[in-house]
């Protein structure tokens, strides 16, 4: 079995770093710092790195990757339409990989960047999302669209409910507060606000979520419920009658929360 951990990096960051016991080996996501990553391994003696997973371009997901490479010699996949240092592998939509024995499908998540992809592995249900899903929102539109993005989402919500999401940023508390004011008569989304309160005061990590949980209680993936409907209708000042156009509306809000 597959162990992942979170290497904090700057302010609210996440380095995603799998591990595979037996042979030593493990792998990264979205190193965009590679100073957490060299110190895992030298704190590690005889563990290497044998694999670097990119999602997308932003320097806080990439930053680290060239020193890493230099370093280790692992190899580098990254999405084929994006600039990503030293990548070996261009991945597209469809294609997969391999990764300490793990099996991962390339999903294309345009919206936050245009060539945005993540990595899922249906066996143990782990989705590496990077900014297109966070737990209780989802990335910014930095080059894509409302449609583009939505579209997204639709297709990762389709994932099964158990399927562990990792995402990249602890927002998870703000994204909460303005999911919370979307859509305030939702106990579950109540509930979870409160909970994940107590563990950031205790300085405990929010992530990974799950679909399920997604599912339950962020507006962005609840586009299709009425009260979140209604919600984005009113901060619109018009009726919304197509499910991207409710997302255009959040995420507009969402911008200015």
């Known amino acids: 079995m597959i162990q992942i951990d979170a290497l904090p990096a700057f302010n609210d960051n996440y380095l995603w770093l799998l591990q595979e016991p037996t042979s030593k ?13 060299l110190a895992w391994l030298e704190a590690h003696p005889g563990w290497c790195l044998s694999d670097i997973l990119i999602t997308h371009h932003h320097f806080d997901h990439v930053g680290g990757v060239e020193t890493l490479k230099n ?30 024995g793990l099996r991962f499908q390339v999903l294309a998540v345009p919206g936050h ?58 927002y998870t508390l703000s994204n909460l507060r303005f999911a919370h004011a979307v859509e305030p008569d939702n ?20 992530l990974p979520s799950s679909i399920e949980l997604e599912l339950a209680t962020n507006p962005f993936l609840r586009t299709d419920a009425p009260g979140v409907i209604a919600a984005a209708a009113n901060r619109a000042g018009e009726s919304l009658d ?16």
Request: net charge negative; hydrophobic share 40%.
């Open 25 to 37: 080996r493990c792998a990264v996501v979205d190193p965009g710092d590679a100073a957490p990553v």
């Open 71 to 100: 370093a280790t010699g692992a190899r580098v996949a990254g999405p084929a339409a994006e600039k990503i240092p030293a990548r070996e592998l261009d991945l597209g939509d469809s294609d997969t990989l391999e990764v300490l």
């Open 113 to 170: 960047t245009l060539g945005h992809i993540a990595y899922y592995n249906a066996e143990q249900q782990l989705l590496f999302c990077g900014d297109t899903l966070f737990a209780g929102g989802c990335g910014r539109l930095f080059e894509g669209t409302p449609q583009q993005m939505h579209a997204s989402l639709g297709r990762l919500a389709a994932l099964p409910g158990s399927t562990q999401v990792y995402c990249t940023h602890e």
């Open 187 to 206: 106990l579950r989304l109540s509930e979870r606000l409160a909970e994940v309160t107590r563990w950031r005061e205790a300085g405990r990590i929010s």
């Open 242 to 257: 197509e499910a991207s156009a409710v997302f255009a509306s959040l995420r507009a809000w969402k911008d200015k929360f």
